[in-house]
């Protein structure tokens, strides 16, 4: 019999991405896909796939979530607060090994530079406390496994980093606690982290004793590292405008009101925490280009231009 392949949440756009390209490398049978809008999964179910309904937030929904899954690809809570994400982290591993999952996939984020165990990023936080929790439950339990996937930083999450720039509708000066100046940020494709992905959890599935990444936390970053200036630079040539950075104080932009409507969590406002990943990329936590992803890909990744011109492209 098959291993089953786990995933969760499947339905947000890195998951989403993984399973599309799993279902090219796999049956979809061999799939148990698991989240809180399930009838966005209907496509893969109708392919094969089970499908589950399960929530983070509701933690008795988890209690046999991950049955009969063998492998599971733990995607990260969708949040940058940093305790409630952690628990919500444990609940669902402490519940996948109850249900006899024997290795995880965990999607982490590439801040931290090259594989440390720091960060000055408030949202790095939960990462590195889940990638420690892993680790600890791993050298309790010989018969469980994980692999902790630091994934790049979305090239289509710029918006994050540059004021919420709209390639829509954009504005000509881009405000926030940072110059522009290097170091910069190793962009990559969301989808080409997707397909990365897949192959890995392929990897370990088809050989378990011998996959390259046990119990290793891996990198996946773009091809080249682009300073926010740059990164500027590129979403002007995308719209067809010159645009500019303004460096502003970091109580400046936390007392922004836009920004702290998109940075709050649960009724807290976390724009001046934010403002932490500015920091992060200055000391050059983002800048490490690593190769593994063209390995895994088998090919040179995509430019980051490239990514941003066809975001740009009329819909």
């Given at each position: 019999m098959?291993?089953?392949?786990?995933?969760?949440?499947?339905s947000g756009?890195?998951?989403?991405?993984t399973?599309?390209h799993?279902?090219?490398?796999v049956?979809?049978?061999q799939?148990?896909l698991?989240?809180?809008?399930?009838?966005?999964l209907d496509?893969?179910?109708l392919?094969?796939?089970?499908?589950r309904w399960?929530?983070?937030?509701?933690?008795s929904?988890?209690?046999?979530?991950?049955?009969?899954?063998?492998t599971?690809f733990?995607i990260?809570?969708?949040?940058f607060?940093i305790?409630h994400r952690v628990?919500?982290h444990k609940?669902?591993i402490?519940s996948a090994?109850?249900?006899g999952v024997?290795?995880?996939?965990?999607s982490?984020?590439?801040?931290?530079?090259?594989?440390e165990?720091t960060?000055v990023?408030?949202?790095?936080?939960?990462?590195?406390?889940?990638?420690?929790?892993l680790?600890e439950?791993?050298?309790?339990?010989s018969n469980?496994?994980y692999?902790s996937?630091?994934?790049?930083l979305?090239?289509?999450s710029f918006?994050?980093?540059t004021?919420?720039?709209?390639?829509?509708?954009p504005?000509?000066e881009?405000?926030?606690?940072?110059?522009?100046?290097?170091?910069?940020?190793?962009?990559?494709?969301?989808?080409?982290?997707?397909?990365?992905?897949?192959?890995?959890?392929v990897?370990?599935v088809k050989s378990?004793q011998?996959f390259?990444?046990?119990?290793?936390t891996i990198l996946?970053?773009?091809p080249?590292?682009i300073?926010l200036?740059?990164?500027?630079d590129?979403?002007g040539r995308?719209?067809g405008?010159p645009?500019r950075i303004?460096?502003?104080?970091v109580?400046?932009?936390a007392s922004l009101?836009q920004?702290?409507?998109?940075?709050?969590?649960h009724?807290?406002?976390l724009a001046r925490?934010?403002?932490?990943a500015?920091?992060a990329?200055r000391?050059?936590?983002t800048?490490?280009?690593?190769?593994?992803?063209?390995?895994?890909?088998?090919r040179e990744?995509?430019?980051?231009?490239?990514t941003?011109?066809?975001m740009a492209?009329?819909d």
């Amino acid at each position: 019999m098959s291993s089953k392949i786990g995933v969760f949440p499947a339905s947000g756009g890195l998951g989403t991405s993984t399973i599309n390209h799993l279902v090219d490398l796999v049956p979809a049978s061999q799939l148990i896909l698991i989240a809180r809008s399930p009838e966005r999964l209907d496509k893969f179910k109708l392919d094969g796939a089970t499908v589950r309904w399960a929530d983070y937030d509701e933690p008795s929904s988890l209690d046999t979530a991950f049955d009969y899954v063998d492998t599971l690809f733990l995607i990260s809570y969708a949040s940058f607060e940093i305790e409630h994400r952690v628990q919500a982290h444990k609940r669902a591993i402490d519940s996948a090994l109850r249900s006899g999952v024997k290795h995880i996939f965990y999607s982490s984020l590439a801040f931290a530079g090259s594989l440390e165990q720091t960060s000055v990023a408030h949202v790095m936080g939960a990462h590195l406390a889940t990638e420690k929790y892993l680790a600890e439950l791993q050298q309790k339990n010989s018969n469980f496994t994980y692999t902790s996937v630091r994934e790049g930083l979305y090239s289509e999450s710029f918006p994050i980093y540059t004021a919420w720039f709209d390639l829509k509708n954009p504005v000509d000066e881009i405000t926030i606690p940072h110059s522009g100046s290097g170091p910069g940020v190793t962009w990559v494709k969301r989808d080409e982290l997707g397909e990365a992905t897949a192959k890995l959890i392929v990897s370990q599935v088809k050989s378990p004793q011998t996959f390259s990444y046990l119990n290793q936390t891996i990198l996946l970053s773009g091809p080249r590292e682009i300073s926010l200036r740059e990164t500027v630079d590129i979403l002007g040539r995308a719209v067809g405008k010159p645009l500019r950075i303004r460096e502003i104080s970091v109580d400046e932009y936390a007392s922004l009101p836009q920004h702290g409507t998109k940075h709050t969590y649960h009724g807290v406002d976390l724009a001046r925490e934010w403002t932490t990943a500015w920091e992060a990329i200055r000391r050059g936590e983002t800048s490490v280009a690593s190769p593994l992803l063209k390995e895994i890909l088998g090919r040179e990744p995509e430019d980051y231009e490239t990514t941003i011109r066809e975001m740009a492209l009329p819909d």
